[in-house]
Nanobody, 124 residues
Framework: QVQLVESGGGLVQDGGSLRLSCAAS????????MGWSRQAPGKEREFVAA????????DYGDSVKGRFTISRENAKRTAYLQMNSPKPEDTAVYYC?????????????????WGQGTQVTVSS
């Protein structure tokens, strides 16, 4: 199994940038596809971004395409979410997640492991 810890959340101004990190404690990080999801108050958990085990394949939710970038450094056992030009509607708790698959997983319910989440608040 793998343990995940997010960091990097906080308050950012509309039009600024923010980078979230997800540190994994396991020794088999490269065997996991990674993803980011978010949940705002009163809303369902929403898929944000995902990448394959090597990071070579990615997918994004429609609302963040062109603004957010998912990446990973397997040697550091860390995944990232670069948030450029965030908007107030991006305000949510952001969660990283992992699942052992060769695919890019865009369905939050199919992830097996989750971090505790980090709050991102975008001010206008």
């Amino acid at each position: 199994q793998v343990q995940l810890v997010e960091s990097g959340g906080g308050l950012v101004q509309d039009g600024g940038s923010l980078r979230l990190s997800c540190a994994a404690s396991g020794r088999t990080f490269s065997s996991y596809a990674m993803g980011w999801s978010r949940q705002a108050p009163g809303k369902e958990r929403e898929f944000v971004a995902a990448n394959s085990r090597s990071g070579s394949k990615t997918d994004y939710g429609d609302s963040v395409k062109g603004r957010f970038t998912i990446s990973r450094e397997n040697a550091k056992r860390t995944a990232y979410l670069q948030m450029n030009s965030p908007k107030p509607e991006d305000t949510a708790v952001y969660y990283c997640a992992a699942v052992q698959t060769t695919l890019v997983n865009t369905v939050p319910g199919k992830y097996d492991y989750w971090g505790q989440g980090t709050q991102v608040t975008v001010s206008s």
